[in-house]
């Protein structure tokens, strides 16, 4: 196997919550040696938030911050002590990329700006996943995920005919920001190996929601025209949706029912559902003959699907409708998505001993590389797992100045 791609390659790595940690992941799956910077005193939200495993809570424990941070070094720095910000500047002479997901300024005001930075490490590479850009009348507002979705103009998009604007479900925003970082990431670190040339890259949270809506966006500047809110409904494309199964399983008490999403793209396609469903004379009806007759008989339509749908379980109505060429997939819940045989024999689900809550489920890597040994190499660290190992092994310290350091509180 050849080396990772980014084999050599460290980060200092100061970001937080879910966006910058999410771009962190990608750089440490493709082999970079990401080194997370924390602090004790204000731990990262996400050491915060459940799931818990057993349902015990812990700064080590959660599920949530554990997924994000696999394949990373931990070290604990508290910069209202003395020596930690030196510390910090001393990781990033021995680094190649910065990153951070603070609002505006925040890095500027600990003194570990950009143009301060550079004068340590000329080709460097540091990027800001701010909520808004460092620029604009917005650059200073706070910024999370939940407002960003809305903000991008997905929320209007989202929702039921005649229903408010819906939030997507989660915080799209922050996923999304942190692959479009790794890749700005990585379009840097080819540029420097070019050119040697290091550069700051400045980017927003919001404008990488954006790029999600063409449509929405397109449709007003185009044609001065708000998309009205349909649901799981295509404007063009017509069956398209969910439909409702016979099965429903229990989960702490509560029945679920199971669904199964179905769209039939052209003519072809609804075709083969027709006869897939055992309704072959639905594709010569006037009323679904064409994609334009499908959509405004859409009501009759979908209650033709949902009639036999509701007399499968939802993987019946998937391997049937697969089989004759149609896309239809159950509407997985988490249980069905966690014990699917599929990611399994792909080697999706990653099981690593984690030092306090032991082998635990988490997502893997989504791609494979014939020439690269892709997969997760350890677990999320604990916080300050890796001080002592970062100080003396990168940073060349004494153990004196270690202990120094810790007596000064500076390693909390």
């Known amino acids: 196997m050849a080396k990772l791609p980014l084999e050599g390659v460290r980060i200092a790595d100061f970001t937080w919550v879910w966006a910058g940690p999410y771009c962190t992941l990608q750089l440490a799956h493709l082999g970079a040696d990401v080194i997370r910077i924390e602090t004790r005193t204000r731990p990262c939200v996400t050491r915060l938030l459940p799931p818990w495993p057993e349902g015990k809570p812990g700064i080590n424990r959660s599920g949530y911050f554990n997924q994000y941070n696999q394949g990373k ?38 003194g570990l700006g950009y143009e301060a930075l550079r004068k340590i490490k000329p080709d460097l590479i540091m ?39 819906m939030h997507a479900g989660f915080s799209y925003a922050d996923p999304n920001a942190g692959v479009h970082g ?110 334009a007759a499908r959509k405004r008989n859409e009501d009759e339509l979908e209650a033709a699907i949902a009639a036999w749908t509701s007399q499968h379980s939802a993987a019946e109505a998937e391997q049937i409708l697969q089989a004759a060429g149609v896309a239809a997939a159950v509407c997985a819940p988490n249980k069905f998505v966690s014990e699917d045989p599929h990611l399994k024999e792909r080697g999706y689900w990653v099981y690593l001993d984690h030092p306090e809550v032991g082998v635990q489920q988490h997502c893997g890597i989504p791609w494979r590389m014939s020439r690269t040994d892709a997969k997760v190499r350890a677990p999320a660290p604990l916080i300050g797992q890796h001080t002592d190992e970062v100080l003396t092994q990168v940073l060349g310290c004494s153990a004196d100045e270690v202990a120094r350091l810790r007596e000064a509180g500076a390693l909390e």
């Open 127 to 165: 990027i800001s996943l701010s909520g808004y850009g460092d620029t604009g009348p917005y650059h200073e507002y706070v910024a999370y995920g939940p407002a960003q979705v809305p903000l991008s103009g997905l929320s209007s998009l989202t929702g039921y005919k005649g229903w408010p604007p």
């Open 182 to 291: 790794a890749f700005a990431l990585l379009a840097a670190l080819y540029h420097r190996r070019q050119t040697g040339e290091g550069q700051y890259i400045d980017m927003s949270q919001w404008e990488c929601a954006m790029g999600l809506l063409p449509e929405g966006i397109m449709d007003y500047t185009m044609n001065g025209r708000e998309p009205e809110r349909d649901g799981n409904r295509d404007a063009l494309i017509a069956p398209h949706g969910v439909f409702p199964s016979k099965d429903r399983f229990e989960n702490t008490g509560i029945m679920i029912d199971m669904w199964v999403s179905i769209v039939a793209a052209d003519d072809g396609e609804f075709g083969r559902l027709a006869i897939a469903i055992g309704q072959p004379e639905m594709a010569r009806d006037p009323r679904f003959v064409t994609a």
């Open 73 to 110: 070094r931990s070290l604990t720095l508290n910069y209202a002590k003395p020596g930690a910000l030196d510390i910090a500047r001393r990781l990033v002479a021995a680094s190649d990329v910065v990153t951070n997901n603070f609002a505006a300024g925040v890095m500027e005001k600990l």
